[in-house]
Antibody, heavy 116, light 108 residues
């Protein structure tokens, strides 16, 4: 069974940093791109970032480019999202997802709250 | 930045057909994907590559795309189909993904 488990969320101050992790199991992690998606409670989904199989190609939404960094460690079956220069508007539930078809997989999400 | 546009809400009676649209300039060249999200749950992929359906998704869900508009059709909508529906696609470069704003479907 494929499982994705996010962790690392919590309360951060504006301008602060957090590192989110997503631990994968049940499939060949190193064979697939990984994506991060976020959702502000009660609002819509927003694609944040993605990283290729080898970790050497990354893309970011304009809203986070230059502030967030995605990385992965295939030996640990884990993808990371480093959040820095945090803003109040970065508060959201952050999901990792395989975005594979026809069956994709999502974690349960980890909540990030940015507040002073 | 690239945008996908959906109606914010729609309502149908049980058994009626719901058609949710998604417009974007790159859709003539890029696939559309559709997610269903129920309150408090992770999104579920219901249509991929414009018109393909994962095996566990009921046949009443179908997708199509023409020009700059993709459409998710739910034929004979059921109360259980209520939720938020999001289209998902890439910009013309294929590098950046984007969700539509979501459509809240009510079936009552």
């Amino acid at each position: 069974e494929v499982q994705l488990v996010e962790s690392g969320g919590g309360l951060a101050q504006p301008g602060g940093s957090l590192r989110l992790s997503c631990a994968a199991s049940g499939y060949s992690f190193s064979d697939f791109w990984m994506h991060w998606v976020r959702q502000t409670p009660g609002k819509g989904l927003e694609w944040v970032s993605r990283i290729n199989r080898f970790g050497n190609t990354t893309f970011y939404a304009d809203s986070v480019k230059g502030r967030f960094t995605v990385s992965r460690d295939n030996s640990k079956n884990t993808v990371y999202l480093h959040l820095s220069s945090l803003r109040v508007e970065d508060s959201a539930v952050y999901f990792c997802t395989t975005f594979t078809t026809p069956n994709d997989h999502w974690g349960q999400g980890t909540l990030v709250t940015v507040s002073s | 930045s690239y945008e996908l546009t959906q109606p914010p809400s729609m309502s149908v009676s049980p058994g009626q057909t719901a058609r949710i649209t998604c417009s974007g300039d790159a859709l003539p060249r890029k696939y559309a994907y559709w997610y269903q999200q129920k309150s408090g749950q992770a999104p579920v992929l219901v249509i991929y590559e414009d018109n393909k359906r994962p095996s566990e998704i009921p046949e009443r869900f179908s997708g199509s795309s023409s020009g700059t508009m993709a459409t998710l059709t739910i034929s004979g909508a059921q109360v259980d189909d209520e939720g938020d529906y999001y289209c998902y696609s890439t910009d013309s470069s294929g590098d950046h993904w984007v969700f539509g704003g979501g459509t809240k479907l009510t079936v009552l």
